[in-house]
């Protein structure tokens, strides 16, 4: 068991499961990102409970950071490791007739969302870490002093999205995730072993989730875009 | 020498449980000290080395493929042949052991093919241990066909590719012997010839094809396992690569070779296409289970057919002529292969060919759609009246049994068979001829064993579907690695065998003369071109009939096409590198050697047996007509050129089986 | 037709190869495409040129010695055939077409379009048998009845033919397909279960040695295989494999 990260299927089953959960986080930080759409007040409530409470600030943030950069770090090494099974290349090359273009390039696509979060992190993440554990105001108001200020995650949230660049950038991204989630979801039960019976539904059910999801986030995005 | 079959004393059925009982075993400890060459990873081959392996010798094997997993006989279809009656239909040993020497045409040794049949049973246990996936029925036990010559259902199979699922489990049994260290494998390698010392064989020359470096290897015994010649038809079904060298470089070194001409031209096979054919490939002769062969009854249908204005479906029933069913009522479309591919060449030569060249008949599924499809429709309590639902549901099922070859039909032919009758046209398949062996499988020299295909034992003159399987790996796993130790007892203090010799010197010196002289040879003709012409001559005048005049010419054209091959061939390359054609060469160089002694057995055996078809000894249904004259296996001893051939007989004595006029009817 | 090949041509493997073009006339749309190189390979003889080598033995689809990457893809264009089988008629007159061996570190080439394949024979060396003693004495064929689907799956993972499309489609030259055929196929028998843990593992290991890449379910290896071997098959040993881990 020790050594499962030395070996093939080792490796693509570690990878497999840091994005299965990373997939349960997009669709929980989804859930709650797209009560914006429909209730300032719900949004703030829930973005307060997942911004303070201990068991997700101190168990469930760690795990994700670690996940994220396992699921990165991982994808470059079997890029890397797989570059170098074929040193010599073919003249011609018709790789889409056998797969898709998604399948071929999740390292592309991984990198632009790679990209989108660190601008993700530089606009949300970092401030908030930078407010709460470096200015120590977990508060969570939009006036520490004023409890009738209101609760500041839902105007962050609008004033972010005012800048139509900054949508841009998320749109695209958005749009390479759901490639790359167009191929990844199916590919993390094949790695983990699950391709039996319901491996048909489930690629439908995966079709939903890829464009679906991603869609939402860009449907989020436009809709505070257009409405403030 | 006298030729001595060393055939056990006592009844037949005890021969050989009697013979394992009295012959010498080498200890556990002293196997360590022995090794054994095995040239050939088909299943004979294959299932020696790992039997030997198993047993403790050292093995060094040999193959030229790049691996042993390639050997031809993967492409072997349908099935293989065991007396195991799970079917209840009254088969037993003796049944398929009648079965074989009748179906061989009684020109086959009484005791090595019931020995045959006893280690029948022991082969399918075996492979189901290793994890061979044959074909199981719903209660989950194995499923049986039905092959031509035999009454009963007792072959087993694994849809339409048994000879590959069969040779993967040797090639499994031999990767563990591998693993273990106990063969050596040498693949890409080709024996050039076999080494005696003091009148044993104690090695072999090999040709290592990558960098072209000949090689000594040395053993306490050599086995050949390297198949049949009957790639010196240039078409047949065989793989490219298939060659007579090993078992002809034996000859040349003193191993009697037994009946040549008994040549199986096997009748399903898809008709030649153009010059620029390379290779037959046969349809299993299990579509014959449900596939019935016809032509047209009437010239004028043969000539619309031809020129395109009459689509063979579309020709009434009573307007076809279903040959088989005719002239066999008893077995139909099931006859023996012989029997089978001399029908439909008597038909085509009459005019009755349906492909434009003239040399097809027709295997049509379309009554076993219907067939079928009634069944389906019952079981599943549909409209047995809809014909189309009839005959969709019936293609189901055929589909199942024989998937593969429809689709590989229609790949080649480009005509979709569920729809169109199949064409299908007699081919070189299968040499039941071969190096003589003894009963414990040994050549006439000593240490120097042949198995399977590459000798002549068990098929007589002609060999029954799914047959060759069964012997080839009766032979590797239940037969040699007893028999040979009756031999090798003798060798325990023998010590490891030099190839630093005078015997080693001087056959490694005459396998590099032959390649220097064919590498420098600077002619004007590839080995193509002889390969072909020689296969000419070989399908025109030795084919599925043939007569002292053809015979004869057959002799004087070979023989002249040899010459002109020594003078005239043409080898670009060198012979220190990776050089097909070179490899080519020296194996179609052996060929035109064999050739000639393939015609020179023909035209001896005056009569008419199983594959071998004398237009002059026929009864005057245009049967074969045997002789008892001829009851004889024909061992050839070299010496010098082909036609100097010296003729031994060892005849051939029934005395558990009455010889009878050979009837299908 | 009239074509234009653009074949890769290396003297050995020590040598530097490089694509070569020929132009060929007259071919048939019946011939097969090894028997259109023949042709080549005929006209190159007669003119004194060392004819185009590749692995080709019993021309039915079934040995898995051809090896070409035709046009871009293993086996070119056509389904469920091997190169062998592949026929002039999928090819329009005027075509060019580009011939190239296999490439994949763990096959490296030994001279034009011939790789060497040997990895795939360690892989087997390293596990894939039944461990039982060819004597004759096992037990009788019928004693353990076994689900028709499950050995019906096991003959489908059976029929792979050892050829290396998979690897040589794969953008990763993974030969996992080419594995899990052997391991899904004792897994799915009765008799291949006593060694189940020992074979994935080992046959696994085997395998990363040997320099393959590794799987990232791109499907181009189900896509090529010219027997259809099932993606499932690679999904099986990850659980097998998996299961082997977490028992140690």
Known sequence: MSGILNSSIGRKFAMALSALFLMVFLLQHFAINILSVFSPDTFNDASHFMGTFWAVQYLLQPVLIFGVIFHFLMGFVLELKNNKARRVSYAKSNGGANSSWMSRNMLLTGLVVLAFMVLHFIDFWIPEINIKYIQGDMSGLMDPNVAESGFRYYEELVHKFQNPLRVGAYVLSFVLLSLHLLHGFNSAFQSVGANNKYTKGLKGFSKVYAIGIPLGFVFIALFHHFNH | MALDSKIPKGPLADKWTNHKNHINLVNPANKRLIDVIVVGTGLAGGSAAATLAELGYNVKAFCFQDSPRRAHSIAAQGGINAAKNYQGDGDSTYRLFYDTVKGGDYRSRESNVHRLAEVSTNIIDQCVAQGVPFARDYGGLLDNRSFGGVLVSRTFYAKGQTGQQLLLGAYSAMNRQIGRGKIKMHTRHEMLDVVIVDGKARGIIARNLVTGEIERHSAHAVVLGTGGYGNAFYLSTYAMGSNVTAAWKAHKRGAYFANPCYTQIHPTCIPVSGDHQSKLTLMSESLRNDGRIWVPKHKKDVEAIRDGSLKPTQLAEEDRDYYLERRYPAFGNLVPRDVASRAAKERCDAGYGVNKTGEAVYLDFASAFMRYGKEQAHVKGLNEDDDALVRKLGQEIVKNKYGNLFQMYEKIVDQNPYETPMMIYPAVHYTMGGIWVDYNLMTTVPGLYAIGEANFSDHGANRLGASALMQGLADGYFVLPYTIGDYLAHDIRTGPISTDSKEFDEAEKSATEIIDKLVNNNGTHSVDYFHKKLGKIMWNKCGMARNEKDLKEAITEITELRAEFWKDVKIPGEANEYNEELAKAGRVADFLELGELFAKDALVREESAGGHFRDEYQTPEGEAMRRKEFQFVSAWEFKGEPKDAVLHKEDLVYENIEVKERSYK | ?248
Not at chain 3, 25 to 40: A, I, K, N, T, Y
Not at chain 3, 166 to 184: G, P, Q, R
Not at chain 3, 199 to 228: H, I, L, S, W, Y
């Open chain 3, 1 to 248: 037709m009239n074509l234009t090949l653009k074949i890769w041509r290396q003297k050995s493997a020590k040598d530097k190869g490089k694509i070569i073009d020929y132009a060929i006339g007259d071919v048939s749309p019946d011939m097969s495409f090894l028997e259109m190189l023949d042709v080549l390979n005929q006209d190159l003889i007669e003119k004194g040129e060392e004819p185009v080598a590749f692995d080709h033995d019993c021309r039915e689809g079934i040995c898995g010695s051809c090896s070409m990457f035709v046009n871009g893809q293993a086996h070119g264009p056509d389904s469920m055939v091997t190169v062998c089988q592949l026929h002039m008629r999928s090819f329009n007159d005027g075509d060019t077409i580009y011939i190239e061996p296999w490439r994949a570190t763990a096959f490296p080439v030994i001279k034009d379009l011939i790789v060497d394949r040997s990895a795939f024979d360690r892989i087997q060396q390293a596990g894939g048998f039944i461990s039982v003693n060819t004597s004759g004495n096992t037990q009788d064929a019928n004693s353990i009845p076994i689900e028709k689907e499950n050995a019906d799956n096991a003959f489908d993972a059976a029929t792979c033919i050892g050829c290396g499309a998979c690897v040589a489609s794969c953008k990763n030259s993974s030969a996992m397909l080419f594995v899990s055929a052997k391991v899904s196929q004792f897994a799915l028998l009765p008799q291949g279960q006593v060694e189940a843990t020992d074979r994935v593992m080992n046959m696994v290991k085997q395998m990363d040695d040997e320099g393959f890449g590794n799987c990232t379910n791109t499907g181009a290896c189900e896509v090529e295989c010219p027997k259809g071997i099932s993606l499932e098959n690679i999904a099986r040993m990850n659980r097998e494999y998996l299961s082997a881990s977490f028992k140690g």
